[in-house]
């Protein structure tokens, strides 16, 4: 099924437009998954995680649109920590869950192929739903991924305007005719969200744009009505609710929010320091739905 | 060892400055490595893309200044693939070899961290010498990769100007002062040469210009004085060595030139048939790095 109805289906069914950030930090992983392991043992490290992601996706798959694995985190672990990635790959989508991976690939020619046919599509050995992609290398880089939306039902969100202090660097650039270099990838994202058109009005090319940048939220949101736009940099990085409001469309739609470690590592926040650790992870992803659902209601 | 004294050590001592690319596509490896397998059997085919990498290691190893996998061709083959590249990189390093992951991994705050710790330093899983980097998040993001470069003796190539027809999208843009994007990443990259410079007068923090803009590399030798340049676009993509020719200083240093068709599958190039597989792409290195030397001596 095409990947923007899916999101759609996905945000409706269970009322939340919470992307899930998987970011598995070994230090910041409950005292009862670390136990006594030693960080210098590879082996047990990889399946500790693997075990804390699965406990994760199974307390926010009923309540999660998405969830998103940050790559690097997992290739942090070597090639054990990728097996544990494809492991938890397969146990979200078990449970329903739409996998986007963070990875920011990008490259030219037959290598940007490579990346498309490693994460996206029917014979791929990671079977994601998603990718981000990095647009630097120019707009026939991101074409291999943009086939993969067409023919293979996937999903790609390019990197518009990123949500850290130094993004603007090249991204808020004016080039000539006063349009900045974001305005010019976001032209871009638009027309292959039109290229690959759902049902739902949405396409399966999308942007992130960071909660830490509400002008430029509202601005890409009308400058791409058919992109659906991932938030990063809610909670943790300084994004309200009333920030994030600006993504969404009359619907409710458009938007999927990021948070990974005020969701993930729920468990060291004073206001669900009480219940077990799962409990925290499913409490705060049921808050932020509600904060979303209120603040764009 | 500073990874910029390190890499012109190999230069002259192995009178050479070519970097051979690992690029193993499946369907291009020869045909006493693919035997009969199914391009269906994974662990087959990991395996044999295994030992066809190490051969090519084994037979350029005396003659190249440095080795260049593509991530995305390992990452391809899934979690086995993830570990044929953790074994490639080790025997490559056994062989006296620098190894250039190219992965051009970007990202922001912990999350850049997370890729400079998983691929770069004494702790690393992966023990890569260098990385490739993408720097469309900003400044600010490349701050760890640098840090990597100090303190850990690791390489960082940033993405500057890259070979393919549509790098001018982004990098070609002129901003606010006439100046291009490419040449507003160029000046970080100068600066970051200069923060990590070495007594070869070359930094650890490079820059990644294509051969098939030879009037781009020009400039960019001249604004990039303490730069390694790692030219990419030799050879298959239609860079020659009068091209690629002004990415290097009078004393022969500061480029290193990516060839991955010409070389790791020379035995399909009619120059190189009648010889053993491993042989042509012996003798293709040797005949590389004698057009560089002829080129720029």
Known sequence: MHFGDQL???VQLKKSAVCVGLDPRWP???????GTIDVKNPVAVAAATQCYCQEVIDAVAAKAAIIKPQSAF???LGPLGMQ???AIIVHARKRGLLVLLDGKRGDIGSTAEGYANAYLGVDSPWQCDALTV????????????????????????VLVKTSNPGSGFLQDAAVAGGQTIYQRVAELVEKQSMATLGSSNYGSVGAVVGATYPEQLQELRGMMPHAWIL???????????????????SRGLGAIVNSSRGIIFAYTLPQYAQLAWQDAVSAATTDMAHQLNEACG
Chains 1, 2 share one sequence.
Do not use: C, M, W
């Open 28 to 34: 910041s992983l409950p005292a009862a998954i670390r």
């Open 84 to 86: 544990v990635l494809a």
């Open 231 to 249: 938030i990063p940099g809610y909670g943790a990085q300084g994004g309200t609710a009333a920030d994030v409001a600006h993504g969404f469309d």
């Open 8 to 10: 759609a289906e996905q």
């Open 74 to 76: 997992f290739e942090q």
């Open 134 to 157: 990095n647009p630097y290398l120019g707009d026939d880089t991101l074409e291999p991924f943009v086939k993969a939306a067409q023919s293979q039902d996937a999903g790609v969100f």
